[in-house]
T-cell receptor, first 109, second 115 residues
Framework: GIQVEQSPPDLILQEGANSTLRCNFS?????LQWFHQNPWGQLINLFY???GTKQNGRLSATTVATERYSLLYISSSQTTDSGVYFC???????????FGQGTRLTINP | DAGITQSPRHKVTETGTPVTLRCHQT?????MYWYRQDPGHGLRLIHY???????DKGEVSDGYSVSRSKTEDFLLTLESATSSQTSVYFC??????????????FGQGTRLTVV
């Protein structure tokens, strides 16, 4: 099965900073999602992005499927952005998402 | 928000007892999944369903069984709970493969403690 690796595992920033989170996958996926797990444990959908670039406010994501990676950009970080960010990929036909280990983001005031 | 309800939200049970977790959806999605989340492992797939009475194993299926008798309900059963099954369990749903968007949505999670 596919392997999904996220980097960095931990990231500590000051409020207002920008950040880039990376997700590498071992094989071609055509079902790539980014999630934010908030301090209460809830998984929030950020992007469904099998390929291309999407933006939602201060967040944007880019997936380059042919090179097997995806990036999540957070600009002008706020303390409410803290939490764990997961990427997950799946192979069309199986619809089973494989998760990376996550990046724990801490935004200090 | 996707209509997914997990119950119970918290449960403490004793080793060796059977436990059933329920996932209920109001989206009429074909696919339903059970994941567990443990420190250092992210989320791992236990079982999934691709239709009523159609289920398959995920990567960590030992010790678990599932059933789906209706489109809206997917049950996860621990036949004889063990301490290693202490975890947070998430249900997820996604639409049919034939749709353009197969985005998955997750429930609120169930925290299970086996003592």
């Amino acid at each position: 099965g596919i392997q999904v690796e996220q980097s960095p595992p931990d990231l500590i920033l000051q409020e207002g900073a920008n950040s880039t989170l990376r997700c590498n996958f071992s094989d071609s996926v055509n079902n790539l999602q980014w999630f934010h797990q908030n301090p209460w444990g809830q998984l929030i959908n950020l992007f469904y992005i099998p390929s291309g670039t999407k933006q939602n406010g201060r967040l944007s994501a880019t997936t380059v499927a042919t090179e097997r990676y995806s990036l999540l950009y957070i600009s002008s970080s706020q303390t409410t952005d803290s939490g764990v960010y997961f990427c997950a990929g799946g192979i069309q036909g199986a619809q089973k998402l494989v998760f990376g280990q996550g990046t724990r983001l801490t935004i200090n005031p | 928000d996707a209509g997914i309800t997990q119950s119970p939200r918290h449960k403490v049970t004793e080793t060796g007892t059977p436990v059933t977790l329920r996932c209920h959806q109001t989206e009429n999605h074909r696919y339903m999944y059970w994941y567990r989340q443990d420190p250092g492992h992210g989320l791992r797939l236990i079982h999934y369903s691709y239709g009523v009475k159609d289920t398959d194993k995920g990567e960590v299926s030992d010790g678990y069984s599932v059933s789906r008798s209706k489109t809206e309900d997917f049950l996860l059963t621990l036949e004889s709970a063990t301490s290693s099954q202490t975890s947070v369990y998430f249900c997820a749903i996604s639409a049919d493969l034939r749709t353009v968007n197969t985005e998955a949505f997750f429930g609120q999670g169930t925290r299970l403690t086996v003592v």
